[in-house]
């Protein structure tokens, strides 16, 4: 038996998500985020992928039995806090995940809705879509899609015509046929919206718009910093933020991670999630 006195136990995220070999996206994005805010991540792997910084070239999904078993051999075992889940691979997957999650009414859950790579890869279909819409959206406690996200999301529900018409529509409306859809708030990214400056809205169900928040608009492309904001934002209600405060801390450290970001290949830059403990050269007077 091991007498080793307790130290104090991090908060546990569990996070749903396909890997990502190059590091920038992905579990590997979650799980690096995760624990630079000092929560204790979870990873249950729901696809593989083969890709770079470049784009994506091919998904495969986790069969959605080995997703259900790594995940509910995880909660059997350790105290979780909150939920993320970024890409799922499958229908079936997403099935499985809402079942999980609503065995557990009482934990937070942030999707962060992958539809597409940042080179514009698919990586979800109408039916995927569709299960996301039916499955998930009605026990998500924050959403987190960008502008393309959002309105394909809502493409096609009722009083919304197919994607086409949808990019039509004005983004506050397609965050209320969210939050309609089931969300409890939805974070409306702007990272894909041509202004001066990313405006990041948060809405809230039964209010709506409850804040805006204004970044500078960095120069280049990044991988990963969807998941990165997600995986944050879970990091900080699993740590007791309330809801408002966990998605203005998120925001302040995402955007820090990509103002540190590198370009480690030929394609985007990647976050830098831990850019807080990094070795920064030092300059020295002559």
């Not at 405006?199 to 991988?223: C, F, K, M, T």
């Not at 904001?229 to 900080?236: D, H, P, V």
């Amino acid at each position: 038996m091991n007498h080793r006195p307790a130290t104090p136990l991090p908060p546990i995220v569990l996070s749903f998500a396909a890997s990502d070999p190059s590091g920038g996206a992905g579990m590997q994005a979650d799980l690096m985020t995760l624990s630079a805010l000092g929560c204790h991540p979870l990873s249950v792997m729901t696809a593989l992928t083969v890709q770079d910084t470049v784009g994506v070239g091919s998904v495969v999904a986790v069969a959605a039995d080995c997703v259900e078993a790594q995940a509910r051999t995880l909660l059997e075992d350790m105290p979780v806090a909150a939920f993320k889940v970024g890409l799922a691979g499958s229908v079936e997957n997403i099935a499985v995940i809402a079942g999980i999650v609503a065995d557990h009414p009482a934990l937070p859950l942030i999707v962060d809705p992958v539809l597409a790579s940042g080179r514009g890869d698919p990586l979800a279909d109408d039916e995927l879509i569709a299960g996301l819409r039916e499955l998930l959206l009605p026990v998500t406690t924050i959403l987190t899609p960008n502008s393309l996200e959002a309105r394909r999301l809502v493409s096609g529900t009722a009083g919304y015509g197919e994607v086409d018409d949808a990019s039509e529509r004005p983004l506050g409306d397609c965050a209320q046929r969210l939050l309609d859809l089931g969300c409890r708030h939805v974070l409306l990214t702007g990272t894909h919206v041509n202004t001066e400056r990313v405006i990041n809205a948060l809405y809230r169900q039964g209010v709506g718009l409850v804040r805006s928040d204004a970044w500078e608009r960095l120069p280049g492309s990044y991988h990963g910093s969807g998941c990165t904001l997600a995986s944050a934002i879970a990091a900080n209600l699993a740590s007791g933020l309330a809801v408002d405060d966990a998605v203005a801390a998120a925001q302040e450290y995402t955007w820090r991670a990509l103002a540190s970001g590198f370009r480690p290949g030929m394609g985007q830059f990647i976050p830098d999630r831990f850019f807080a403990t990094r070795q920064r050269p030092r300059i020295v007077d002559d």
